[in-house]
């Protein structure tokens, strides 16, 4: 990835061999643990799931987050998920 500045707005993941994720577009790093990292970003938020997840480098400023180890799945969420109007959050830490 070059060292221009990402515009607002744009949102890009560039993964290799599902061991290593570079992702553009970050707003916030929601929450983290080794087998789910949870993002928001300009199109959403993100989930990753996997084994041995680890946040590399973080760059909120850039918007940029790395994130290694074995990538399992990556799924959006535009924010009205659930039902009766139960966030993400919620669903997640019952």
Avoid: P
Avoid at 34 to 47: H, P, R, W
Avoid at 67 to 76: A, F, P, Q
Wanted: proline share 0%.
């Amino acid at each position: 990835m070059d060292d221009k500045q990402i515009q607002r707005g744009s949102h890009r993941i560039n993964l290799s061999g599902r061991q290593a994720a570079v992702i553009s577009g970050v707003n916030d790093v929601l929450s983290f643990d080794a087998g789910e990292v949870l993002l928001d970003t300009e199109q959403g938020i993100l989930m990753i799931r996997g084994q041995e997840l680890h946040v590399s480098r973080l760059t909120l400023e850039k918007g940029e987050v790395d994130v290694d180890g074995r990538i399992d799945s990556l799924t959006y969420s535009d924010g009205g998920y659930g039902k009766s109007g139960e966030s993400l959050f919620g669903r997640l830490f019952k």
